[in-house]
């Protein structure tokens, strides 16, 4: 790693001033990926802001009748939160298939949406990559490129999210609520927080300089089935290829359908869960509209129909 | 031969063999460093990084203080293993990818090669080496002996530490992906084992009979 000053913030203001004032700074939560990437100096941050003692660690009720969610409650916290498990069923599915125990044990809510992607040519500093290094090209677009994203791409991008958390974030409208280095705290909803690519793929989500995320709110509980379906290469412990978050309510004929591994973001097309009447192939055809695939991804566009028709039959709505 | 090494805490318990494993990598290392004669240019050509300012770390190694003064870039790994010759955790793949590492924190296991020693000030870590001791096994360690729960032996630490850990959460109530009820206390079956040891990857694929010392040790009949 390439050598860097470290300091434990005191408050939520105080790291966001910090991480504003020092150049090269970047907050620390769990620093699973992180220091992944800073060992391959991927990531060469000159100063880290450790946030994990400022107390965002809890997770409480709204006024609204929903949850909010700590940034830095660990994720094996969240899926294991008896409220999580039973009214937000969907989000505590996609926790557990993410990582490893260990991972989650460290891993955080807010450090989970900032996820880096996994496109292999980001990790490898000897290759091209936009989202790297701004202007280099991309190396995956025409490379191994399996993996990589078919919605939402741009010329210049095609990685992936690799988050599974944000996907049942996005089903359920979760809000992320952030501090400035000013001090003063916003609103972001999650449809609005991660990015697609287009031509700035090294812009991720909405967050401005020094902002840091303190929360992640729910809405109230909207009831229904919740799935999380994650098709991947090994049983456990991977990437998704694809995912699907669901959640289901037969008796009113209500749907809604959030995908990973599909975008640079949790990928959710609202006219598409008005399709479910029509099943699977309508919903899979109306989400996956313009979708642009190369030799080695192509194969998830049928996967995820196939994944959406398994789905509907665990929920009961085909 | 006839030399006696004692060297580092792997003491090793088999009657008549008075030599460590890291005593055998050392003298070993040692006798090859012998036959290399520096390159001075070479090390001149080298760009003069800057000494990172070292920073004061006191954390609980197993029930005892240990005080540091490190380098901030020091993982919690190499805290252990290179400033307090505690070398039953390995350092396998570096990247959190393989459970080598693990050790538990505050309680919870982690993948100590992906944590910073600075961020742990204070805290209270168990490692291998707390768990047992030759002689004085913990039940998992010794579980993994009566079930040959290893090959060449190099992930086992992360194993046993891991499973210790992972039978806890079960016990703590926190479901896993194999869980069918969410709302439900998961049983110890083998399909839970697998799924949750799955940050643990053993290369010589001792797969069958780490399920089954794990399985023994829970209490646990049907594991097939």
Redesign the interface.
């Known amino acids: 790693m390439k050598p860097f000053t470290y300091e434990r913030a005191a408050s939520p203001a105080a790291a966001a001033a910090a991480v504003a004032r020092t150049p090269g700074a970047k907050f620390i939560a769990g620093g699973t990926n992180l220091l992944d990437l800073m060992k391959l100096q991927v990531e060469t941050p000159a100063h880290l802001v450790d946030v994990n003692r400022l107390g965002l660690d809890t997770i409480e009720a709204t006024a609204e009748g929903g949850l909010r969610i700590g940034a830095l409650v660990r994720n094996t916290a969240l899926a294991a939160d008896q409220r999580v498990r039973r009214d937000y069923g969907v989000l505590s599915r996609a926790l557990v298939s993410g990582a490893s125990g260990q991972l989650r044990n460290k891993a955080t809510t807010a450090g989970n949406l900032l996820q880096r992607t996994r496109c292999p040519y980001f990790y490898d500093t000897n290759q091209p990559c936009n989202k790297r290094k701004p202007g280099s090209g991309c190396a995956a677009i025409g490379g191994f490129n399996r993996n990589l994203a078919i919605m939402g791409t741009s010329k210049d991008c095609i990685a992936t999210h690799p988050s599974d958390m944000a996907v049942a974030m996005r089903a359920l409208d979760a809000t992320v609520e952030t501090i400035n280095p000013a001090g003063q705290t916003r609103r972001i909803a999650i449809a609005d927080f991660h990015r697609l690519p287009g031509n700035t793929p090294w812009v991720e989500n909405a967050l401005t300089a020094g902002e840091m995320i303190t929360a992640v709110t729910l809405p109230k509980p909207i009831g229904g089935t919740h799935v999380y379906r994650k098709v991947r290469d090994r049983a456990s412990y991977a990437f998704a290829t694809i995912s699907v978050a669901a959640v289901l309510r037969p008796d009113t004929g209500a749907a809604r359908f959030a995908f990973g591994g599909l975008a640079h973001k949790p990928w959710r097309v609202e006219a598409a869960e008005q399709r479910v009447d029509g099943g699977a192939k309508a919903v899979a055809a109306a989400a996956l509209a313009g979708a642009w695939t190369t030799e080695q991804n192509g194969f998830k566009v049928p996967l995820v129909e196939r994944t959406l028709a398994s789905v509907l039959a665990e929920g009961g709505a085909a | 031969m006839g030399t006696t090494i004692h060297i580092g805490a792997e003491m090793n318990d088999i009657p008549g063999i008075a030599i460590t494993r890291r005593g055998a990598l050392v003298s070993g290392a040692a006798a090859a460093a012998a036959g290399v004669v520096p390159l001075a240019s070479e090390a001149q050509a080298l760009p003069a990084?800057?000494p990172?300012?070292t920073?004061p770390v006191t954390l609980t190694v197993n029930g005892k203080p240990r005080t540091m003064d490190i380098?901030?870039?020091v993982?919690l790994l190499d805290a252990l293993r290179e400033h307090l010759q505690l070398t039953g955790s390995k350092k396998g793949c570096?990247?959190?990818q393989c459970?080598a590492c693990?050790v538990i924190v505050e309680g919870?296991?982690?993948?100590s090669c992906?944590?910073?020693a600075?961020?742990h000030d204070g805290d209270s870590v168990t490692t291998i080496e707390g768990l047992g001791r030759p002689g004085d096994l913990h039940p998992m360690q010794a579980a993994f002996v009566r079930h040959d729960g290893y090959q060449c032996g190099y992930c086992t630490p992360g194993q046993i530490v891991?499973s210790v850990?992972?039978l806890d959460?079960i016990k703590?109530?926190?479901?896993?992906?194999v869980?069918a009820d969410?709302?439900a206390s998961a049983a110890v079956t083998g399909q839970e084992i697998?799924?949750?040891?799955?940050?643990?990857i053993c290369r010589c694929a001792a797969y069958s009979n780490i399920v089954a010392a794990i399985a023994d040790v829970a209490g646990a009949k049907d594991v097939a």
Request: hydrophobic share 30%.
């Open positions: 990084e800057q990172a300012a920073m380098d901030p870039r993982t570096d990247h959190g459970g693990t919870k296991r982690i993948n992906l944590t910073l600075v961020m891991s850990a992972m959460e703590e109530g926190i479901p896993s992906y869980s969410l709302n697998r799924e949750r040891m799955s940050g643990n």
